[in-house]
């Protein structure tokens, strides 16, 4: 499983950073996926990439906004959230998933969900 961390409270137009790693195993090959969901909706995509890719794909609400990036040392990989907005409150999960980019945004493509991490923007 994938842990996801560093979600918190920010303030609208504040920042945060938030890390998924996966304990004892590499990242390769996969995709890794980062997804939001609030209560009493379907789980929505936010970001994802290849771990041997450069070429992240982000959903329209993010772009612009949200980078995700790697840390090959540490196994990890990041999503830092910029100029963010109360609607960005959710709760973020990572995954993995094997699957094709045009399948990158579904959901159900991807497997190993973690713990998710609380982020809360205020307005």
């Known amino acids: 499983q994938l842990q996801a961390s560093g979600g918190g409270l920010v303030q609208a137009g504040g920042s945060l950073r938030l890390s998924c790693a996966r304990s004892?195993?590499?990242?390769?090959?996969?995709?890794i996926g980062w997804f939001r969901q609030t209560p009493g909706k379907e789980r929505e995509f936010v970001a994802a990439?290849?771990?041997?890719?450069?070429?992240?794909y982000y959903a329209d609400t993010v772009k612009g906004r949200f980078t995700i990036s790697k840390d090959s040392a540490r196994d990890t990989v990041y999503l830092q959230m910029n100029s963010l907005k109360p609607e960005d409150t959710a709760v973020y999960y990572c995954?993995?998933?094997?699957?094709?980019?045009?399948?990158?945004?579904?959901?159900?493509?991807?497997?190993?969900w973690g713990q998710g991490t609380l982020v809360t923007v205020s307005s």
């Open positions: 004892g195993l590499s990242f390769t090959n996969y995709v």
């Open positions: 990439n290849r771990w041997s890719s450069t070429s992240p």
């Open positions: 995954a993995l998933s094997r699957v094709v980019r045009s399948s990158w945004d579904d959901s159900k493509e991807y497997y190993s």
